[in-house]
């Protein structure tokens, strides 16, 4: 190849969801070695493929167990939706709870400012009252 048309890598983005798109794809328990094979297959260079899985597994996007001596590695497309779903739950519910805080200190900033209001009038009552006091006394 010329240096002109030499290949550019692919991003990790890219790689990661390569990797994610072969366990989605076949559905299957793989360990690292099958999905070393399959992925560099697909372009991902096999160094870089247990770093990538490894970051899917932190990002709780591929599932992983050690039996006996092996490390197997798997993520399903239901397990994805599911995961969706549970997040999009808890989100609403946090939604109405902070909706529900943000109501109560509405209505105590409310009940605050005419307690203000309610204090500035006696005061000024009793400035007033001290005045005609002090002027008439």
């Not at 190849?1 to 890219?14: F, P, T, V």
Request: charged letters at 30%.
């Amino acid at each position: 190849m010329s240096e002109n048309k030499k290949r550019k890598g692919l991003s990790a983005a890219d790689k990661r969801k390569i990797i994610l798109g072969i366990y989605h794809s076949r559905q299957e328990v793989f360990n690292l070695k099958e999905i070393e094979a399959i992925a560099s297959k697909q372009g991902v260079v096999q160094q870089t493929v247990k770093e990538h899985n490894q970051g899917l597994i932190d990002d709780f996007l591929v599932q992983s167990d050690k039996i006996g001596s092996s490390n197997f590695f798997w993520s399903f497309p239901s397990k994805a939706y599911q995961d969706c779903l549970t997040r999009k739950d808890t989100l609403k519910n946090n939604i109405l709870k902070y909706e529900t805080k943000i109501f109560e200190l509405e209505k105590e900033l409310l009940i605050a400012r005419e307690s203000r209001k309610r204090n500035d009038r006696q005061s000024k009552v009793q400035t007033t009252q001290i005045s005609y006091t002090v002027f008439t006394g």
